[in-house]
């Protein structure tokens, strides 16, 4: 939507290249292969990508290439890996904030509804097609307690699509 174009060099269980082109950036080309998943330390630690690793490196290239060539068009957003290497000590410090004009306020927390778009996108992420998001559906009941457990506890996902593979609930 924001004009770029992507064009596959190579895609397939070992290794995944991308070149990225945007008329205002230029382009790159970005490559991840099984080594640099293993060096990066995310290869052991999500059975996902010994399961489905042409999906996972399709989707690393993708999330480093847009964030390369054109990351104005995720609208500031953070992947979630790009959020966890945020350095701790650049985080604000809510608790010692002062609070001045508002010291006698009830601070409420809201909390975060995810929605079945928040559970496609994590799905996406872990390497289920299209077609398997719609099965997993289908073979769960997907309430909005199912969506937070889902967005919330990484294990429990994680469980779910095990189960969903086995073809066991």
């Not at 939507?1 to 290249?17: H, P, Q, R, T, V």
């Not at 002062?98 to 601070?107: F, N, V």
């Amino acid at each position: 939507m924001a004009g770029g174009k992507i064009k596959y060099i190579k895609s397939d269980d070992n290794e995944c290249e991308i070149e990225f082109t945007h008329e205002q950036a230029g382009s790159i080309t970005i490559k991840w292969d099984i080594q640099k998943a293993k060096r990066a330390g995310i290869y052991d630690s999500n059975p996902v990508w010994k399961k489905y690793p042409s999906n996972m490196l399709r989707s690393r290239c993708v999330t480093d290439g847009v964030n390369a060539i054109y990351p104005a068009c995720l609208g500031g957003a953070l992947t979630e890996s790009m959020a966890q290497d945020i350095p701790e000590n650049n985080l604000p410090d809510f608790q010692t904030s002062p609070q001045t004009d508002y010291e006698d306020a009830e601070i409420v927390e809201q909390p975060k509804l995810g929605t079945k778009q928040d559970l496609a996108r994590e799905l996406r992420d872990l390497g289920l097609t299209k077609a398997d998001m719609k099965a997993f559906g289908e073979k769960f009941e997907v309430t909005q307690e199912f969506i937070e457990e889902c967005l919330t506890n990484r294990d429990f996902l994680i469980a779910k699509i095990k189960e969903f593979e086995d073809g066991s609930v």
